[in-house]
Nanobody, 121 residues
Framework: VQLQASGGGLVQPGGSLRLSCAASGSIFSINVMGWYRQAPGKQRELVAF???????NYVDSVKGRITISRDNAKNTVYLQMNVLKPEDTAVYYCCADKTVLALMAGRSDYWGQGTQVTVSS
């Protein structure tokens, strides 16, 4: 399984960005996909994940501002980020796994390359 992330960039506080993560290869085994982020000097943090059935989960700090969704026909997961704050600045990584537990533990089998999100005026 290969994951290709895109969509990062520089945005002003209060702005929006949409990240995409396209999966290819032997994706039949994938049941959950998600996004982690890592800011300079901080630990990696799980932002959100979505199961094949469409169940979602978010870290408290992004609830109401960030939405994860998926297009099964395109094997792509999106992270729509609104009302961005400077503290959202980080490298964002998409990931995928067979199990939610592995993804939540940061032990996903598959990771995409990071995409930088910078929120600054």
């Amino acid at each position: 399984v290969q994951l290709q992330a895109s969509g990062g960039g520089l945005v002003q506080p209060g702005g929006s960005l949409r990240l995409s993560c396209a999966a290819s290869g032997s994706i039949f085994s994938i049941n959950v996909m998600g996004w982690y982020r890592q800011a300079p000097g901080k630990q990696r943090e799980l932002v959100a994940f979505i199961t094949k059935a469409g169940g979602t989960n978010y870290v408290d700090s992004v609830k109401g501002r960030i939405t994860i969704s998926r297009d099964n026909a395109k094997n792509t997961v999106y992270l729509q980020m609104n009302v961005l704050k400077p503290e959202d600045t980080a490298v964002y990584y998409c990931c995928a796994d067979k199990t939610v537990l592995a993804l939540m533990a940061g032990r996903s089998d598959y990771w995409g390359q990071g995409t930088q999100v910078t929120v600054s005026s």
